[in-house]
């Protein structure tokens, strides 16, 4: 009786199953496989040579991956402080319940529906040397900036990590208002009798409370910020120079521009271990709260 | 808690601030696939008082791809969202109701996955296909795009089962109904707010999608993102036209988002904490 009800629910699962194995772990296995050959999809003979670890060390002493590690780095370390930052003030401010307040959130959850692409066009046009209002009032302001925020390479990366700021913090706003809303009222009557203001109690009470939505949103904000993507392609194309290449950039030009399939393929599987852990972190976290 | 007259004016212009950073962005947009291209162009910038003009869009619709590039999206999300929910809800049910270990180590392998960076994936997944003949097929981006959807799906829908009582699933299992039975005639029924969000989701996000229809699209195949971005790198570069493009891709996640946000934001939300 038992033994058939398990194997019903096993039925309704095996075809999503079947999917996965075929379409994420096959291919992945597969990388791994030619993360060892020169494959070259541009090469007319379509050989592949076994060449070791030689993609992974060429990886490693490559300059461009450093600079592309190090771009990552600075994206998502930004980027995530300013949007849990952000994402937290604004959640404080707007956490009330009535009809205005509810009208003003749901309107500024806007960003995050558009499309990234159509997000970065329309930076790209706000930042724009020649005409973009954003350059306009910024230059009226008295600041000099070249050739816009795009075009010089000191500004560029700041300027493509606002756009991830302006789309993502609403998540964060949303996120951290469930986290308030689940909050205990007891410490806060307790700290009220004791005389703590308004201050104190934030410090000494909402933020340690808040520890599980900080953490959650710390380490999903990360993951998704290694993913960045159509942002970049719309805007600066990694440019310029190498000013805003980040490792996910890196790996889509030496793949699909280059077509160096065992090399980008080396990559990215550097990229899946890095994120991997921090995603088993994750999920590990997850566990536990839910426990 | 009483709040000064200070505070309230301080509030209240944070709030005017906050709103000001994140929807003129998305005003210029919109208000730019209604302008000549002087207008788009003129500085100090026109915000308001401009002429407004349906030019962009008669020109869209006369010589450019963007009716081929709409159907595309079309057929690609809804697609998309039909096989996931086919194979995601039976499969979130599944690992909602079993008590089988093993079933349960699978529901981390999908969120596992969803978690990846993409890339990882879609150069194997673009040989692969290369191999197959699907490039530039439908088939090809629908299944890509059913892979991560469904997996969120089954996610999405395992907790939604999981907080249904079991009560009435357990009688009509006593009483000798199937698994599947009790599945289709019972649980799916009570289950219609939940599938609404995972089908919104399905929709969203297979709309929104960039990365996986540039590597996996030709040019008979685009969407609309696409179309977008290949109609703005050509010779002639023309902002109303981008804005007009971009206006007719972002008005089906901007009726989500404003009349469905409820169901919107906690999906959402559930993206993030899956267990919140």
Same mark, same amino acid.
């Given at each position: 009786m038992k033994r058939t009800r398990e194997k019903h629910y096993l039925l309704l699962l095996t075809p999503l199953l079947l999917l996965v194995l075929l379409l994420a772990i096959y291919p992945l296995l597969f990388a791994l496989g030619i993360s060892f050959f020169n494959y070259r999809l541009t090469d007319p003979t379509q050989t592949r040579h076994f060449v070791g670890l030689a993609n992974y060390l060429r990886a490693f002493h490559s300059p461009l991956v450093h600079t592309a590690v190090i771009n990552t780095l600075l994206f998502v370390a930004g980027t995530v402080s300013l949007e849990l930052?952000?994402?937290?003030? =604004?959640?404080?401010?707007?956490n009330h319940e009535n009809k205005l307040i509810q009208l003003i959130r749901s309107w500024l959850v806007l960003p995050m529906a558009l499309p990234a692409l159509v997000v970065g066009l329309i930076w790209k046009a706000l930042y724009n040397v020649d005409f973009g209002p954003l350059t306009y009032y910024l230059k009226h302001l008295g600041l000099n900036l070249g050739r816009g925020p795009l075009g010089e390479s000191h500004l560029a990366l700041p300027a493509v990590m606002l756009i991830d700021v302006w789309q993502?913090? #609403?998540?964060? =706003?949303?996120? !951290?208002?469930?986290?308030?809303?689940?909050? #205990?009222?007891? #410490?806060?009557d307790a700290a009220r009798v004791d005389g703590a203001n308004s201050w104190?109690? !934030?410090?000494?009470?909402?933020?340690?409370?808040l520890k599980p939505t900080w953490l959650i949103l710390l380490l999903l904000r990360t993951m998704q910020g290694f993913k960045v993507f159509d942002t970049l392609y719309a805007t600066t194309g990694g440019g310029p120079g190498t000013a805003t290449t980040v490792l996910n950039y890196h790996i889509y030009t030496q793949g699909m521009v280059f077509f160096r399939m065992g090399y980008a393929a080396a990559l990215a599987n550097i990229l899946l271990v890095l994120v991997g852990m921090l995603a088993i972190f994750y999920i590990i976290l997850l566990e536990r709260q839910r426990q | 808690m009483r709040m000064s007259k200070v505070q309230v004016? *301080?509030?209240?212009? +944070?709030?005017?601030?906050? @709103? +000001? %950073?994140? @929807?003129?962005? *998305? &005003?210029? +947009?919109l208000s730019t696939a209604f302008k000549f291209g002087r207008d788009a162009f003129a500085t100090p910038p026109q915000w308001f008082f401009f002429h407004y003009t349906l030019e962009n869009f008669r020109q869209l619709w006369q010589n450019s791809g963007t009716p081929g590039y709409l159907r595309n999206s079309i057929i690609i999300s809804g697609g998309v969202t039909a096989l996931s929910l086919l194979l995601g809800v039976p499969a979130g049910y599944a690992l909602a109701r079993s008590q089988s270990r093993l079933i349960a180590a699978s529901s981390h392998l999908f969120l596992l996955l969803l978690m990846l960076p993409p890339i990882a994936m879609l150069i194997p997944f673009y040989l692969l296909m290369r191999q197959l003949h699907l490039l530039g097929s439908y088939a090809g981006l629908i299944l890509l795009d059913t892979l991560f959807d469904a997996? %969120?799906?089954?996610?999405?829908?395992?907790?939604t089962f999981a907080e249904m009582p079991p009560a009435m699933e357990e009688a009509a299992l006593v009483d000798g109904a199937s698994v599947w039975q009790v599945f289709r005639k019972i649980a799916l029924p009570l289950a219609w707010p939940g @599938?609404? /969000?995972? /089908? *919104? &989701?399905? @929709?969203i996000f297979s709309w929104n999608d960039f990365l996986f229809a540039l590597m996996l699209t030709s040019p008979r195949t685009k969407t609309l993102p696409l179309g977008i971005m290949a109609s703005f790198s050509a010779v002639e570069i023309s902002w109303g036209r981008m804005a007009a493009m971009s206006f007719i891709a972002v008005l089906p996640p901007f009726f989500v988002a404003l009349f469905l946000n409820r169901t919107w934001q906690a999906t959402i939300s559930q993206r993030s904490s899956p267990n919140s």
């Open positions: 930052l952000l994402g937290l003030g =604004m959640a404080l401010l707007l993502w913090t #609403p998540l964060a =706003m949303l996120i !951290f208002l469930a986290g308030l809303k689940s909050l #205990p009222q007891e #410490p806060y104190q109690q !934030f410090w000494h009470l909402t933020l340690p409370l | 004016l *301080i509030q209240g212009m +944070l709030v005017a601030a906050m @709103l +000001l %950073f994140f @929807l003129l962005p *998305i &005003y210029w +947009l997996s %969120f799906v089954a996610w999405l829908m395992r907790s @599938l609404s /969000a995972a /089908a *919104i &989701y399905c @929709l």
